[in-house]
């Protein structure tokens, strides 16, 4: 129970300094959404200056434009009014670590937390798992440059996000902390 009480003083200190944020509106001030990876070493918050209220962050394994992460960025303008939109992934992507037949594969042997020794995955127990991986696309990445274009290109030509929309790509490098342009995938989002 150690983490759910550390969560829960830390959020009765926000609470207590919490302030003017209630009246805050909530279409986002700043009128932009960021698509990003869950990676925790990712905090958008700090890494593009945002306070609560500013803009919409949307998070999945790999900051990838998945169907559902494009539902989020239309509404994110549709209802909301987000104007400018940017795809970031960041190196050292866990994502790039396995494929979609390794997790299918692992997942079918065990569902525990798998091991990785820096090549390979591993079950550390072998209790039996279930072969629902082997039906799901994990939208894994192979070459991070083209995964930014990759997913910049598949917004781009959704038929819901109008045209009009700037869509940048960029990479977080993680050993840094510095957004690094992709230049063609910032190309392919420009406003048609
Ligand atoms: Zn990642």
């Keep these: 129970m150690a983490i759910l009480d550390e969560i829960l003083e830390a959020n009765r200190g926000y609470v207590g300094g919490f302030g003017e944020r209630g009246k805050l509106p ?43 992460a494009i539902r989020s960025l239309v509404i994110s303008h549709k209802l909301l009014g987000t104007a400018t939109w940017f795809v970031i992934h960041h190196t050292n992507c866990g994502m790039e670590l396995f494929s979609d037949g390794v997790i299918a594969d ?58 009009n929309i700037p869509i940048y790509g960029f990479i977080y490098d993680v050993k840094t902390g510095r957004l690094n342009e992709v230049a063609a995938a910032t190309s392919a989002g420009r406003v048609v």
């Design 26 to 68: 909530l279409p986002p001030g700043r009128k932009f959404a960021i698509l990003t990876c869950m990676d925790a070493r990712l905090d958008p918050a700090k890494y593009a200056g945002l306070s609560e209220g500013d803009a919409h962050v949307i998070r999945n394994a790999g900051g990838r434009a998945s169907d559902d």
């Design 106 to 163: 692992l997942l079918e042997d065990d569902l525990g937390t798998a091991e990785f020794d820096g090549e390979r995955w591993t079950n550390p127990h072998h209790r039996g798992g279930h072969c629902a991986g082997h039906f799901i696309k994990w939208h894994t990445i192979a070459n991070q440059e083209a995964s930014v274009v990759q997913d910049v290109r598949r917004i781009r030509e959704h038929p819901l996000a109008p045209r």
